[in-house]
């Protein structure tokens, strides 16, 4: 399938956003594709594309491939299942005594295709993506996702403290030695596949781990990935682990684990991060994974998106399966609006609730900035782009290309993805119509 390298074009019913504030439509538009950018989008064909292939999506939308800052491969399987809980009673029931089964390479083989033929489908075209502590099921995630075409950052799971059932590694050395080895193993092997150096969370890592892996980053060039500030029972964990910190974030940077802005970390959750975290995060050029779903199931709280994005600060979203039960982020668009509005309602009167034009940038090109010029069809943005048939939604008026967009989102039912491409390359066609 892997064509489409060159030039060619996409006809249909075109939107994007070129901030968080303006969403850009064109109707039976064009949408051109040069050495794998947007050569930008026309309402006729410019006479120097005469003659290039045009495929026909007339009636279709066809929007940029959204970013999914944070999910977890190996909690794919069991999605959906245990969410009665809270975050740390979750993580020792659930998601460690499951994570501990990838040390089977079978095993994770046969769980990381089913993770990945669902990725493949769904409006993701650029994901970072949590393994588990095991090297070599790491690698097959890696090499599945290379395989696919989509662009990822992978992280092996560090862990050396706090798991219920012998899924954490034997100490920080031994941590540290298996990081160095995986990054060792699979230098040079990839294309579209990036290691990302990633500490669980605090309680999961020593300071001794943390500081390592913090001091391995740097000198690698590596980024980071990671957990902040999403439970109150764990935020006190926290407290009690690090006392020295002054915030969880402190602790995160007492130890080298923030990264830099030229090598942002993520920092997925971030719903109690009060001024003095994000003080910080502003400082290291953090992005912020929002996970609305996540953070709803796990009844963990509604992080203040409004107040980060009037702070300037960089946000995307996050699936985060399995606390989050869906990969699709057109699910987490919606999550987003809803928590947000909620959150203006019953938690602050001064935090407007975010508009859907901020929602689907931070599905696009805010969590797409991750990746450099991803998430836009503006001129030179990398092509990554989804058709969507929204044909089987009846209506009984007429409805603008936007709004179409926004009942997709809130309807997520009748909505079918035919074609995908990531960088210029078709990586996904539905094959029946
Ligand atoms: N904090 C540490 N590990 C995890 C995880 O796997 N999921 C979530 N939601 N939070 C975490
Ligand atoms: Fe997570």
């Excluded at 979750?90 to 990725?119: C, G, I, M, Q, R």
């Excluded at 393994?131 to 070599?136: L, M, N, Q, R, W």
């Excluded at 684990?257 to 920092?267: L, N, V």
């Amino acid at each position: 399938m892997n064509q489409n390298t060159t030039t060619f074009a996409l006809k249909g019913d075109i939107v994007y956003a070129v901030d968080k504030d303006h969403i850009v439509t064109q109707k039976d538009g064009y949408l051109v594709c040069e050495k794998g950018k947007s050569a930008g989008v026309f309402k006729e064909l410019p006479a120097k594309y005469s003659g290039i292939k045009v495929v026909d999506h007339t009636g279709r939308l066809i929007v940029p491939g959204m970013t999914d800052l944070h999910v977890h491969a190996p909690q794919y399987t069991y999605r959906g299942i245990g969410m009665d809980l809270e975050l740390l009673e979750w993580l020792n029931t659930h998601t460690f005594p499951e994570e501990v089964k990838y040390e089977n390479l079978a095993y994770a083989a046969k769980a990381y295709s089913y993770f990945t033929y669902d990725l493949q489908r769904c409006f993701t075209t650029r994901a970072v993506v949590f393994a588990t502590v095991h090297t070599d099921s790491t690698i097959e995630l890696m090499d599945q996702l290379e395989a696919s075409g989509m662009i990822t950052y992978v992280g092996k799971v560090n862990m050396d403290r706090n798991s219920v059932c012998n899924l954490e590694e034997k100490d920080a050395e031994t941590s540290l030695r298996n990081t160095v080895e995986w990054l060792e193993k699979i230098e040079g092997r990839y294309r579209n596949t990036s290691p990302i150096i990633t500490p669980r969370f605090i309680p999961s890592c020593t300071d001794e781990l943390m500081s390592g892996l913090g001091a391995l980053a740097a000198k690698k060039q590596l980024r980071i990935q990671s957990h902040l500030s999403e439970n109150p029972s764990e935020i006190q964990w926290v407290r009690e682990l690090v006392p020295a910190s002054t915030s969880y974030a402190n602790a995160y940077e007492m130890f080298g684990a923030m990264g830099s802005p030229d090598r942002p970390t993520i920092m997925a959750h971030c719903v109690y991060s009060g001024p003095e975290e994000m003080a910080i995060m502003q400082k290291y050029g953090t992005f912020i994974a929002h996970c609305p779903e996540s953070n709803m199931n796990l009844t963990s709280g509604i992080a203040p998106v409004r107040k980060f994005l009037d702070a300037g600060m960089k946000v995307g979203l996050g699936s985060d399966v399995a606390a989050g039960s869906s990969m699709d982020m057109l699910k987490t668009m919606l999550c987003t609006l809803q928590a947000s509005k909620m959150y203006f309602r019953l938690v602050d009167n001064n935090a407007k609730a975010l508009t859907f034009e901020e929602v689907f940038y931070l599905a696009t090109k805010g969590g797409g900035a991750y990746f450099g010029k991803v998430g836009s069809f503006e001129k030179g943005y990398d092509f990554d782009a989804v058709v969507l048939d929204d044909s089987l939604m009846v209506s009984m008026r007429e409805v603008t290309v936007r709004e179409r967009v926004e009942r997709a989102v809130y309807n997520d039912a009748d909505c079918i993805i035919m074609d995908k491409y990531v960088a210029g390359t078709q990586i996904w066609k539905k094959q029946c119509v």
